[in-house]
């Protein structure tokens, strides 16, 4: 009977101090956005984690760079792309949940100069003389117009404008819409175009003035599931990017956010001039081609 009784509580000493497996986590959940949304998305990634306990791992580029890596098969579970040129090359491959799309976010192109510089603010048209604001070296700091919706959209307004062929040859042409903010608040770039929210998360620099929006399509931001997706959380954070919370948040950082009854359109309507793709870019039998190399 003792003999029994001490194994019982040698037993239960066993137990107590067996080690407790923790119940395992679910994954976070992995975001492909645009460069220009890092500041807000940032944000908001905090917010939901704060409370719902779960984790948002965002990655941002510009919108060519991750709709190719999507391609390729990186495992991303939302997208979030500057443009509708390259959701759509999505679409047209599959690789996006189709009943998931819809456009989020608005926003405007501007020109900024360094917070120091001496240059004015000014109504930006035809006559805007940017050779002589950039001085004798000072080159233009803007996205890759082949893979960055942000240099797509400047070269559509530098063109209708017909500034385009002044300063085709003073351009420092940068990786994502970030870069070349960066040049121009290092003091690197006296003139850069960015996004309105770019310029807005950047103290270093200041607007000179707004492209105006006839000179260039929509800049429209649309999101979507991937296709390949499996996280059962993806579907939360994407809708949580809906939220009355996450829209301050994006309207804090001078976004549009875009009416709810708009959204489940996958495009916007378009002026006929420029249709639903960037230049260099026309739509293909198999998605997006390059007709510029």
């Not at 976070?28 to 940032?42: E, H, Q």
């Not at 990186?74 to 456009?103: C, G, K, Q």
């Not at 930006?124 to 070296?137: F, M, R, V």
Request: aromatic content about 6%; charged content about 20%; some cysteine.
């Amino acid at each position: 009977m003792c003999m029994n009784r001490a194994a019982i509580a040698f037993g239960a000493l066993l137990a107590l101090a067996a080690p407790v497996s923790a119940p395992a986590q679910a994954p976070s959940v992995t975001i492909y956005a645009a460069a220009s949304l890092k500041t807000a998305l940032d944000t908001i990634a905090a917010q939901w984690h704060k409370e719902t306990g779960k984790t948002a791992r965002i990655s941002y580029a510009a919108s060519g760079a991750l709709a190719k890596q999507i391609e390729a098969g990186a495992p991303a579970d939302v997208f979030l792309s500057a443009d509708v040129a390259w959701m759509d090359y999505l679409a047209e491959h599959n690789l996006i949940r189709p009943e998931t799309r819809r456009n989020l976010l608005g926003n405007a192109l501007v020109l900024v100069a360094p917070s120091e510089s001496k240059a004015q603010p000014m109504q930006i048209d035809a006559q805007t003389d940017l050779s002589a604001l950039l001085g004798t070296d000072g080159r233009l700091a803007m996205g890759q117009p082949k893979s960055v919706p942000a240099g797509a959209y400047a070269e559509q307004a530098l063109t209708a404008l017909g500034l385009w062929s002044k300063v085709k040859d003073r351009l420092a042409q940068t990786e994502s819409v970030r870069a070349a903010l960066i040049f121009v608040a290092r003091g690197e770039a006296p003139l850069g175009i960015v996004y309105r929210s770019d310029a807005h998360a950047e103290p270093k620099v200041k607007v000179l003035g707004t492209f105006p929006e006839a000179s260039h399509a929509p800049i429209v931001y649309p999101i979507a599931m991937v296709a390949a997706s499996m996280n059962p959380d993806a579907k939360a954070f994407y809708d949580y990017l809906a939220t009355p919370a996450a829209s301050a948040i994006f309207t804090r950082e001078a976004f549009d956010v875009l009416p709810s009854d708009g959204r489940k359109a996958a495009l916007m309507d378009l002026p006929p001039r420029f249709g639903s793709v960037m230049p260099g870019l026309e739509p293909g039998m198999h998605g997006i081609k390059r007709t510029d190399n």
